[in-house]
């Protein structure tokens, strides 16, 4: 956001691939074929929302129990946890985090979803958190299944967890996917190819983390979101704000 007139500035979006992109076939019909046209930022999008630990349940965080009804899910439990830091290394505090994703078998809980994999009764695959005064977030949760799609004869999306990150207004919504290292559908998924910059594919695939893992129960997964600068984290939604 300026000082001078309250409005949020537009990240540099040089590393995020183009609206229309052939090859992920659905942006085809979603890119727009005019020019974007620039608004001013209305007052509501600028100073709200505030987020507080007492909006959140105890189980948020963990997508283990959270939904869990007759036992526990199936699949490979993992913990996943990292830092929102700004261009400088810093952390970001009290950030609402959001996380949702497929159960182990590759399938959502969505209506729409109909993919042969069945619904697991006790995986709702999604929740929340937010940071600590250092711009932590950690949470508990099966490992997600890829699944097919119907962009080309055989197209497979890898293993991956979507996130949404809010800032101090509406208008900086933030909204990414995390891959896990090792996935060799990576590199052959149309939407990470999409990606012109490399490096900033790359930033989306979170290394094992054996330092943090529970023995004999979970591995772990880091991932860190980065706002600004040069290791910012790739955002899907683009011509939101920073």
Known sequence: ?????????????????????PDYKTSVLRSPRRAMISLQSSLSEVTGPAFGHSELGPLDNDLILNYAREGEPI?????????VRDENGRGIPHTLVEFWQA????????????????????FGGCGRTITDANGFYYFRTIK?????????????????IHFSVFGSGFAQRLITQMYFEGDPLIWRDPMVLGIPDRSAAERLIAPLDLGAAVPLDMLAYKFDIVLRGRQQTLFENKLQGN
């Open 75 to 83: 699949g490979e439990r993992i913990f996943v946890h990292g830092h």
């Open 144 to 160: 997600p299944g890829p699944y097919p799609w119907r962009n080309n004869l055989n197209s497979w999306r890898p293993a991956h």
């Open 103 to 122: 159960n182990a078998g590759g399938r959502y809980r969505h209506r729409n979803d109909r993919y042969l994999a069945p619904i697991d009764p006790n």
């Open 1 to 21: 956001m300026t000082d001078a007139d309250s409005e949020f500035l537009q990240r540099d979006r040089s590393i995020h691939p183009p609206a229309f992109t």
